[in-house]
């Protein structure tokens, strides 16, 4: 086990972390999530909230406000393009964890919205990368997932 020991010493060392650990994953994703939230505020949608938590496992990236519709909104942020588009991770499963934290986070409210609406914002690219990166944002990307539905 001397080995393994050597590994997580290595994996805490100061200064940058590697590039396939936690730690710089969730630091590019926060950078993605930041990107995306500037490229929608300037849509003029009314920003309400970062990783919210709902329900027991379920978070949304971004949570924002048009009108009567409610959007909730998954970030995707790839160093590249090489495996396929970021959006491509949202398979069934997925889809229907943002659906199940998305009707927990309706349920608490009082005010319920008129209408629900998932997007997707792909972001490409890295924070330390000095070429600009690539932002899409997919409108109404996926719907509400068959086994649940809207409680009111």
């Known amino acids: ?82 495996f396929g588009r970021p959006s491509a991770a949202l398979d069934r499963a997925k889809r229907r964890q943002i659906s199940r934290a998305a009707i927990a986070f309706v349920r608490r409210l009082r005010r319920k919205p008129k209408y629900l609406r998932f997007d997707v914002v792909e972001v490409i690219g890295r924070p330390d990368d000095p070429a600009p990166p690539i932002i899409r944002h997919i409108e109404n990307a996926f719907p509400l997932e068959g086994r649940y539905f809207i409680p009111w």
């Not at 050597?6 to 730690?23: K, V």
């Not at 490229?39 to 309400?48: E, P």
């Not at 379920?58 to 090489?82: C, H, M, P, Q, Y």
């Open 1 to 82: 086990m001397c080995w393994l020991r050597f590994i997580r010493n290595r994996a805490r060392s100061p200064g940058h972390a590697p590039a396939d650990t936690p730690l710089a994953t969730d630091r590019i994703g926060r950078w993605g999530e930041a990107l995306a939230e500037q490229r929608l505020r300037a849509l003029g949608w009314r920003f309400l909230g970062r990783r919210v938590r709902a329900g027991r496992r379920g978070e949304i990236d971004l949570l924002f406000r048009e009108g009567n519709t409610l959007i909730f909104v998954e970030v995707k942020t790839r160093a590249s393009e090489r």
